[in-house]
């Protein structure tokens, strides 16, 4: 079993649409998560950390849920420039051990 | 946040041959990571970077193949040795700036090797 399962998508949504993505973690041992937003031929960048409370950052709201072993993010009144691949990290109680789900690939589309 | 200047961007290479990729940090950090991104696949961890003591080599990855070298807490470089087409794919170091805090990545070495 994979540590850090996304679904691949793709996923099409019109722009101002609303979208959420899941990833699911195997460890419950995890300890910090993290979405990273990868652009086409661009290196990952680090989008928001998902703290234990939920979080938001404008038009983005990141969500963990240890008892389902799972971390979600809802991006709200999509945008073309929304279009990326969006990776799901999850950390264990080591710094040095993160995992990398493989990615949703959003298309948002005017 | 670590801004990481990494070289070359890509490059095209001939079987057999090596190619040594460098990152910079501008600041000191105790470890730097490299990790490997396959075309349509997620970032898989090739090694950590230690500074004065030899890398730490994951599952599936051996020193003979991509001998890392970190001489000081702001400079690293991995080799890919003995290149075969099967090592096409994008290259990129990292730091950890801190605990509770993402990687931040250099901007990836896009390899082909013919």
């Known amino acids: 079993r994979k540590e850090v399962e996304q679904d691949p998508g793709p996923f099409n949504v019109p722009e101002g649409a609303t979208v959420a993505f899941n990833c699911t973690y195997s460890n419950s041992a995890s300890q910090s998560f993290f979405w990273y937003r990868q652009d086409c031929r661009k290196e990952p960048k680090l989008l928001m950390s998902?703290?234990?409370s939920g979080n938001e950052d404008g038009r983005f709201t990141a969500q963990l849920n240890r008892a389902s072993q799972y971390i979600s993010l809802l991006i709200r009144d999509s945008k073309l420039s929304d279009s990326a691949t969006y990776l799901c990290?999850?950390?264990?109680?080591?710094?040095?051990?993160?995992?990398f789900g493989s990615g949703t690939k959003l298309n948002v589309k005017p | 946040s670590a801004v990481i200047s990494q070289k070359p961007s890509r490059d095209i290479c001939q079987r057999g041959t090596s190619l040594t990729i460098q990152c910079q940090v501008d600041s000191q950090v105790t470890m730097m990571f490299w990790y490997r991104q396959q075309p349509g696949q997620s970032l898989t961890l090739i090694a950590t970077a230690n500074q004065g003591s030899e890398a730490t080599y994951e599952s599936g990855f051996v020193i003979d193949k991509f001998p890392i070298s970190r001489p000081n807490l702001t400079f690293s470089t991995l080799t890919v040795s003995n290149m075969s087409p099967e090592d096409s794919s994008i290259y990129l170091c990292?730091?950890?700036?801190?605990?509770?805090?993402?990687?931040?990545f250099g901007s990836g070495t896009r390899l082909t090797v013919v």
């Open positions: 998902v703290y234990s």
């Open positions: 990290v999850v950390n264990l109680n080591n710094f040095n051990k993160f995992y």
């Open positions: 990292s730091v950890f700036p801190g605990q509770g805090r993402g990687y931040t």
